[in-house]
């Protein structure tokens, strides 16, 4: 029986008891519980333990017992009985509690008979934490004796790969299932992968393994970069965000208090007209209250004396009487006329009524709202052009970008110009070219790259907090250039090759404009129209002198395939990108965009020909203005989209 202190509490052997599967005698590993019984097993014992007893389909047997009390249980299927099976949390539990108390290393080796010793050592390849008493047999046994140990303290610092099953720990790993992706050992692999149609031993998987190695390390890499530059672009959203919520504060604080101050004013103003009208009213209103006791006055004396008349002589009161009949009829003349001529003053206010249809319709202040946060099906979403621009009264605008989200930059090739637009197309500045313009990129930090010929370079330029254009650096490139595009850390572009040979050379410079090389592409014009980079191995490029679309994996070939040839491609030119990576064909000849998915697949023809479009060269899909929009150049304007919801 299970020892139990004073408190029914068990103890440390009871523990260690419990946590331990009766069938592999190993510390679970996904403990499942029977239903009647409640004995718990690891999961994937019990399901080898029941497909071993559940075998002779023909006679129907589908009854197992129990390995512990031996209970009896009618079993149909039994892979997928046994993961309906209750998980057993008390025992997970205990497990967890188990490798917390284990606050310094422990010898695996002891842990296995049930006692606890501090480990000093560890074996790399047996990926067993020793004791000193563990090194010491580890050292002698024939099968371990030529294991180099570590300390124990430098294993974290160390490479280690677990080698062992995890479902059978006692097990090395020895087989690799294909199907399943993932290493087991042989009980794993008779049991768990006997229908699978690709196991192999690890041995001979691991003969030529190293050769995966660099190209895995530089997609590896590659992610790492992309995490970096997500990192970068969401902890400068952050600080925005913070910034723009301060700005938004202290715009509506001032805008709150300038129209709180302006109502004071007019209600001041207000006020103190109601003021002076109510001194004005009220000094005419007691003029007339003025004459009203004076008449009161002038009769108030004859009352008296009539009320007294007995004490006065005949003769006096026969003359009173007649002064008397005088003053009453004076005075009834001047109390009509003090009647007729007074008039009740009422004041009333008129408010006006600006102020009126403002404060019935204050209903908030504002509102905020999160930029970008619509969701659009793009590749079922309809486009509804927005703005047409003529720049500059110019024609054949070669190509557009967007900065910032706030800034189109356009090139114009018939006057070797380049131009910055605010987001509804007014002009802000512009710069003169050193040669004809083709491709446009932007990049961070307010920067942008044209691609020129005659002669070929590719110019990069910063935009000020004036708004003005000055050039930062220029790349000379050994023929025209023509496509240009900016992919994570590095900028893209096509160059023509030299007369007579055919495809295409694509060159890699850093973002700081410093080379880093260059691929040969077949097949293709020697002047691709555009290019786009969706990862640093993966262009997609448009050959408007073949009607074709290309693809090609840098990384794994020299050769690119034809994404889509037809008749509704002709003379592609512009090619650009949306948030959720569709692809977007600018087509000059067929004056059209195609739209296809991120693997080149061909949805739909998003935008027809149309008397508005026509000449299509550039086109960006892009966040301007807090939407995201497509701008199409073409030959005399600047056509900006939105998408529909």
Avoid at 38 to 57: A, E, N, P, R, W
Avoid at 160 to 180: A, G, N, P
Avoid at 260 to 268: L, S, T
Avoid at 444 to 470: D, T, W, Y
Wanted: some cysteine.
């Amino acid at each position: 029986m299970t020892p139990y202190n004073f408190y029914g509490m068990a103890t440390k052997t009871s523990v260690n008891d419990l946590i331990v599967c009766p069938i592999c005698y190993e510390i679970f590993q996904d403990p499942k519980s029977l239903p009647q019984c409640l004995h718990t097993f690891c999961k994937s014992c019990i399901k080898s333990y029941i497909s071993s007893s559940v075998t002779d389909k023909s006679l129907n047997k589908t009854d197992f017992y129990c390995p512990v009390c031996r209970k009896c249980y009618h079993v149909t299927n039994p892979e997928e009985w046994v993961d309906t099976l209750p998980h057993n949390h008390l025992i997970v539990s205990l497990t967890d509690q188990e490798k917390m108390e284990k606050k310094e290393p422990s010898c695996d080796c002891c842990s296995r008979l049930g006692q606890s010793q501090p480990a000093v050592s560890w074996c790399p390849k047996c990926c067993d934490q020793l004791c000193e008493n563990c090194v010491n047999f580890h050292k002698i046994s024939r099968l371990t004796m030529e294991h180099k140990l570590g300390n124990i303290a430098e294993r974290d610092q160390n490479l280690s790969v677990d080698l062992f099953c995890k479902q059978h720990t006692s097990r090395r790993l020895e087989v690799y299932c294909f199907d399943h992706e993932e290493a087991c050992c042989l009980m794993c692999a008779t049991v768990s992968h006997r229908k699978c149609e690709k196991v192999t031993s690890l041995e001979d998987c691991a003969q030529n393994c190293s050769a995966d190695i660099p190209n895995i390390c530089s997609e590896i890499e590659d992610m790492q970069k992309a995490c970096d530059t997500e990192i970068t672009r969401v902890t400068s959203d952050l600080k925005s965000l913070e910034t723009e919520s301060k700005d938004i504060e202290h715009k509506v604080s001032t805008m709150a208090e300038e129209i709180i101050n302006a109502v004071r004013d007019k209600e001041q103003i207000l006020i103190g007209n109601l003021k002076k009208t109510e001194k004005e009213q009220s000094m005419i209103v007691q003029n007339i209250l003025d004459e009203f006791s004076d008449v009161k006055k002038k009769i108030e004396h004859d009352v008296n004396i009539l009320k007294n008349s007995d004490k006065l002589p005949k003769i006096a009161l026969f003359l009173e009487l007649k002064r008397i009949g005088k003053t009453v009829s004076e005075a009834k003349t001047d109390f009509n006329k003090l009647q007729k001529g007074y008039q009740t003053s009422d004041l009333e206010v008129h408010i006006d009524e600006t102020v009126q249809k403002f404060h019935s319709s204050f209903d908030t202040f504002g509102e905020i709202k999160v930029k970008g946060q619509n969701k659009v099906n793009y590749q079922s979403g309809q486009l509804e052009l927005e703005i047409s621009v003529i720049v500059d009264g110019n024609t054949y605008l070669t190509d557009v970008d967007v900065i910032d989200e706030c800034c189109i930059i356009t090139t114009c090739q018939n006057k070797n110009m380049v131009y910055i637009l605010d987001d509804k197309g007014k002009q802000l500045s512009s710069s003169k070219l050193t040669g004809t313009p083709c491709g446009i990129a932007a990049l961070q930090n307010k920067i942008f790259c044209v691609a020129l010929r005659g002669p070929g370079a590719v110019c990069m330029f910063k935009v000020h907090e004036n708004l003005s254009i000055s050039i930062v650096k220029e790349l000379k490139m050994p023929q025209n250039a023509w496509g240009i595009c900016a992919i994570e850390d590095r900028i893209v572009i096509s160059v023509e090759r030299p007369q007579g040979n055919a495809g295409q050379v694509f060159r890699f410079y850093d973002q700081e404009g410093n080379y880093c090389k260059e691929h040969t592409i077949t097949p293709g014009s020697s002047n691709c129209g555009a290019v786009l980079a969706t990862s640093n191995k993966c262009l997609f490029y448009t050959h408007h002198g073949g009607n074709s679309l290309f693809s090609v994996d840098i990384s794994k070939s020299k050769s690119a395939s034809a994404v889509h040839q037809g008749n509704n491609v002709k003379k592609p030119v512009g090619v650009t990108c949306d948030p959720n990576g569709n692809v977007y064909v600018a087509c000059y000849g067929s004056k059209n965009v195609l739209q296809f998915d991120k693997n080149g697949n061909f949805i739909r023809e998003i935008i027809q020909e149309e008397s508005a479009v026509h000449s299509l060269f550039g086109i960006r899909v892009k966040r301007l203005g807090g939407d995201v929009k497509l701008i199409l150049s073409t030959y005399e304007t600047l056509l900006i989209y939105h998408f529909m919801q």
